[in-house]
């Protein structure tokens, strides 16, 4: 075999830091956005004040009832929201799926693998190159760094995300560990044979990574459930305006610009600029998004919000991706622990996102429901309504078509007992 140099020409989707920091904001919360940027303004002397946000205006959506929404499942652990968040994972061999599953329920609450191979092997009785295939289907999950087995791993696949490569991290993490923690780029240049400015970014992009991702997903009780933005009809036409938490505006001090610096202080206030033009890229950049994600969510869902709940009508996070022209993974980012004030009430974007009852059915799931609680809810409780006169009824008075089985799926889900149970427990009552 003889060596040879050959050209070839690829495409590749480069993540630099501007991106990546985008994609960071994008799925931070209007509160969490603000206290971010109270964080980069210490840190940066170019942001002289963020805009303040209307703590009055904040203090009218303390969190009381909230029934609309408790509809829909109840809030999803760190296990649920892996699984649920499979469907973007192109898996052609579906017999993978339990073997998946069980990976994911594997895991610890910091998104570590929580268990060997080879006894994950034997416990779903398949060969460890499928266990292995597997995993590397979990670690294409979000967050990265899900899915590793130890905290070099889980870097790596932070680093990977990032598009960064660097074979020897694992080296670097287990022998020169002080040298990352001293920040000693000039060392870890000399010792891996690398750029002392591929080393700094190297450092500054371990820095970003979280060291246990699970942590991410983690559900948080919160005593305030703040929203980004109102809809409201004005007139005839319905509108979208956003509080101003959830797009603050930066003041910058020019005072710098009038200054005549040389050497390090002019090449750090040219850094700090440059981290200032980059945040505010971001946040135009989720601004934007979230816009044409509400502007989309007001266009489908109109007859919600000039008629209420029942009217919702079917939408994925795919008819949005195709419409936007966005990745699936961006939306979801985008509506992430996101709510809009509604003249129905307070109300998490995901409840927009309602699947079809039954293909072609042109009705959501979430509708069905909604029917089903009030018509139990008027029921003659002496006689309660069986599960076909349900269905008998959803077809006589509003036309939808539904099996009876699918009856029994969501009044199983609403956790309302059978048309016996329930008649059993009047007369006890009585």
């Known amino acids: 075999m003889k060596q040879r140099l050959v050209l070839n020409q690829s495409l590749q989707w480069k993540m630099n830091q501007s991106l990546y920091q985008s994609i960071e904001i994008l799925q931070l919360t209007g509160m969490e956005l603000y206290d971010y940027m109270k964080q ?6 170019l942001i002289e004040e963020v805009q303040p946000i ?25 296990y649920d929201q892996l699984k649920s968040n499979l469907y973007v994972l192109d898996i052609k ?20 693998l929580d268990i060997a191979m080879e006894d994950w092997a034997d416990y779903c009785k398949v060969e460890l190159t499928t266990v292995k295939r597997a995993l590397s289907y979990i670690q294409l999950l ?30 670097l993490m287990s022998e ?9 780029s000039y060392q870890i240049s000399l010792n891996y044979e690398i750029t002392e400015e591929k080393a700094q970014k190297l450092i500054e992009s371990i820095k970003l990574c979280h060291p246990k991702p699970g942590k991410l997903l983690t559900p948080t009780k919160t005593e305030f459930i703040i929203p980004e933005a109102s809809i409201y009809k004005e007139d005839t036409e319905w509108k979208i305006s956003f509080f101003n938490w959830s797009s603050p505006a930066i003041q910058i001090n020019n005072q710098y610009n009038n200054q005549d610096l040389k050497g390090e202080a002019a090449s750090f206030v040219k850094k700090k600029r440059k981290e200032v033009e980059m945040l505010q890229q971001a946040l135009d950049y989720r601004s934007s998004t979230l816009e044409k994600v509400l502007r989309i969510i007001v266009e489908k ?19 949005l991706s195709a419409q936007l022209d966005l990745h699936i993974s961006t939306i979801s980012r985008a509506i992430r622990q996101k709510y809009v004030q509604t003249v129905h009430g307070v109300i998490p974007l995901k409840y927009f996102l309602q699947r079809e009852v039954q293909k072609g059915a042109g009705v959501a799931s979430i509708v069905i429901k909604h029917i089903l609680k009030e018509l139990i809810n008027l029921e003659d409780k002496s006689r309660p309504l069986s599960d076909e006169k349900i269905k008998q009824l959803m077809e006589e008075r509003y036309q939808i078509k539904i099996a009876r089985r699918t009856i029994m799926k969501y009044r199983d889900e609403l956790q309302i007992p059978s048309s016996v149970k329930r008649k059993g427990a009047n007369n006890n009552e009585k």
């Open 93 to 112: 061999d579906k017999s993978l799926l339990p073997v998946i599953i069980f990976g994911i329920d594997s895991l610890n609450e910091d998104g570590y």
């Open 54 to 78: 209307d703590k009055e205006l904040i203090s009218q959506f303390r969190k009381t009832d909230y029934s609309i929404d408790e509809m829909n499942t109840a809030e999803l652990t760190l």
């Open 301 to 319: 869902q109109l007859p919600f919000f000039e008629t209420g709940p029942k009217m919702l009508k079917p939408l994925t996070l795919s008819e």
């Open 176 to 184: 020169d560990i002080a040298l990352l923690a001293e920040e000693n």
């Open 142 to 171: 979000e967050p990265a760094g899900i899915g590793a087995r130890d905290l070099t791993e889980c870097i790596q696949l932070q680093l990977k995300q990032m598009n960064i490569d660097a074979p020897y991290i694992s080296t």
């Open 40 to 45: 980069v303004a210490e840190e940066n002397p």
